[in-house]
């Protein structure tokens, strides 16, 4: 039979495996955090950048396309299109004849 004996020092003193344990552990919630904290000093110095940016859509004036242009954007045939838009739109002509 073999028997380990381990024993952990810190700093010339023996410790227990909880207390190593426990040491381990706050290193790595240190190193983490500062991680973390970086990481989100990033984010947020990107989100100001981006929040500095100026807009420069214009959406006051209404914009037109043909319809063939209209099927390319929507990535659809013009036929399609056609039969979306005469099912979409009903359209009632009277034709008046006079005398």
């Known amino acids: 039979m073999v028997t ?9 003193q023996e ?3 909880e207390e190593v344990a426990a040491m381990v552990a ?3 919630a240190r ?3 500062r991680e973390v904290r970086q990481q989100l000093e990033t984010l947020q ?3 100001q950048q981006i929040s500095a940016l100026p807009i420069t859509a214009d959406v006051s ?7 063939s242009e209209a099927a390319r954007l929507l990535s ?3 036929g399609a299109l ?3 838009i005469a099912k979409s739109v009903s359209v009632r002509l009277t034709l008046v004849v006079g005398s």
């Open 82 to 84: 056609r039969k979306f």
């Open 15 to 17: 410790v227990s495996l």
């Open 76 to 78: 659809v045939s013009v």
């Open 4 to 12: 380990i004996e381990m024993r952990f020092m810190s700093n010339g």
């Open 45 to 47: 110095h990107d989100v």
């Open 31 to 33: 190193r983490i955090g």
């Open 61 to 67: 004036e209404p914009k037109a396309v043909t319809l």
């Open 26 to 28: 706050d290193q790595f």
